[in-house]
């Protein structure tokens, strides 16, 4: 309250009051970030400027309720940031405002997620200030081109070893720091943190090299894994978890 700005946190905004008690503000805009769900349709026009959402994508590409995670699963080479005005679509308004990022070779879930929520918060309000002197512009996006980022099952996480290593290794990343990829080995899941693509070739699963380092088969080339942790563990550099918990060489990861 340092601001002398009230608060108002309601569980639902389609609980009974919750709009009239918006509308009594005069707001001229209502601004989203990772709200998760579709406003109410009372809400969409309530502000001057609408409902402005900031979608972690270049919209219309990733609409849905992972475009990080998406992006990185499919081996983009850049993201970016949309402000988008809001309608009762999924994520079908037009665009304001794009601003576009590489993804580095080491980006993961988290540290590109740090790195859009910064540029967000910076275009956002570039973008309020360009609406209130009349230059800001909505752009409908082009349905041709949309794909769909929808939400990450636990399913999802599980290695499938009869992909290419280089789909596995943006898996890793793409989950990492949460929920985690996942493999079992001998009825035990275990995750997966860090993993670098190596030379190699097996049957899918087939555990190659078992020593100071773990090399698993993929579809193509093989996995070097360099981070794992078992269920109630602490992660563990591939050579310490091999000297607590054996793996066999020729032995398979489910």
């Not at 290695?159 to 990492?176: C, K, M």
């Not at 090399?215 to 000297?243: D, K, N, T, Y």
Request: proline share 7%; net charge neutral; aromatic share 4%.
């Amino acid at each position: 309250m340092k601001s002398g700005l009230p608060v108002f946190q309601p569980e639902s905004l389609r609980a009974g009051g919750v709009g009239e008690q918006i509308r009594s503000v005069h707001p001229e805009a209502l601004v989203v970030a990772a709200y998760g769900a579709l406003l109410p349709p009372a809400l969409l026009d309530l502000g001057r400027f609408g409902a402005l959402n900031i979608h972690a994508s270049l919209l219309p590409r990733w609409r849905g309720a992972a475009p990080i995670q998406r992006a990185l699963l499919a081996g983009d080479r850049e993201t970016g940031v949309s402000i988008m005005r809001m309608d009762a679509g999924l994520d079908t308004g037009p665009v304001l405002a794009q601003q576009r990022i590489e993804i580095a070779p080491a980006d993961d879930a988290g540290t590109l997620h740090d790195k859009l929520a910064s540029l967000g918060a910076r275009l956002m309000v570039d973008t309020l200030a360009e609406l209130a002197m009349g230059r800001a512009h909505p752009i409908a996006q082009p349905e041709s081109a949309a794909t769909y980022a929808r939400k990450i099952e636990k399913a999802d996480t599980l290695l499938d070893w009869s992909r290419a290593a280089a789909e596995l290794e943006r898996a890793v990343r793409a989950f990492r720091p949460a929920p985690g990829a996942a493999v079992t080995y001998e009825g035990e899941m275990i995750k997966i943190w860090s993993a670098r693509i190596a030379a190699g070739q097996g049957v899918p699963g087939t555990v190659l090299c078992a020593g100071e380092s773990l090399v698993v088969a993929c579809g193509e080339h093989a996995l070097e894994i360099a981070e794992l942790q078992r269920p109630g563990a602490r992660r563990l550099p591939a050579a310490s978890f091999l000297r607590g918990r054996p793996v066999a060489a020729g032995s398979r990861f489910g």
